[in-house]
């Protein structure tokens, strides 16, 4: 009889291992060293670090870049700041979409942009790169410009000639007393997109 119960366990076991927990690949875009730590540019570097602090996970070196995970809701979400630069942030999406299994419709990239005011939101499934070298390289290695992506509005005060100037510089003060409230808005929209989905959280989150 035992036999016959170990028999019927081991039969659900593998099935078990079939359907694993869903999984969600967060891309933070940013550039790697302290001179960039605190840049408009590294944004999305910095919406993960706050994710991860809030979520008690710390990031860990690995392959092209920085991981942590943490799960929510029957959801795994893993956090990738790649340490590739900006310009070939592709190579370091693709390699961990891949090693994960996690599909496309299951990636969301954060990064910065400047046609937007201040934390500003705007999430979308698609969209071309804007100029921006992250976005390019990324569509450049996935053979497409359908994936998702969370846009960080960071305004375009800045005169003529002086925009590499302005992304790679640091926060205001008035941008930096905003901030906090910003990062708590991309935390909640991080969850939702891994629980709800793309369009509810594009309903729910852009331009708020």
């Known amino acids: 009889m ?24 967060i891309v933070g875009l940013g550039n790697i060293g302290p001179k960039y730590h605190n840049t408009r540019h590294n944004i999305g570097f910095k919406i993960l670090d706050y994710v991860a602090d809030k979520e008690g996970v710390a990031f860990s070196t690995d392959k092209l870049g920085d991981i942590a995970t943490f799960r929510f809701k029957g959801r795994t979400f893993i956090m990738l700041k790649p340490s590739t630069y900006m310009n070939l942030s592709g190579k370091a999406v693709k390699y961990w979409l891949a090693k994960e299994k996690v599909p496309h ?19 979308k499934t698609k969209g071309s790169d804007g100029g921006h070298n992250g976005l390019k390289d990324i569509q450049a290695q996935l053979n497409t410009s359908s994936y998702n992506r969370y846009r960080f509005g960071i305004s375009d005060e800045f005169s003529k000639g002086n925009q590499v100037d302005y992304v790679l ?20 929209l991080i969850k939702s997109f891994g629980t709800a989905g793309i369009n509810i959280t594009m309903n729910t989150f852009n331009g708020k």
């Open 2 to 25: 035992l036999a016959f119960f170990g028999r019927l366990l081991s039969k659900k076991h593998p099935q078990e291992e079939i359907d694993p927990m869903k999984k969600f690949l």
């Open 105 to 123: 419709e299951n990636l969301l990239v954060i990064t910065d942009d400047l046609n937007l005011s201040f934390g500003t939101i705007r999430v």
């Open 169 to 188: 510089g640091d926060w205001t003060s008035e941008e930096e007393s905003k901030m906090p409230e910003r990062l708590e808005k991309s935390h909640e």
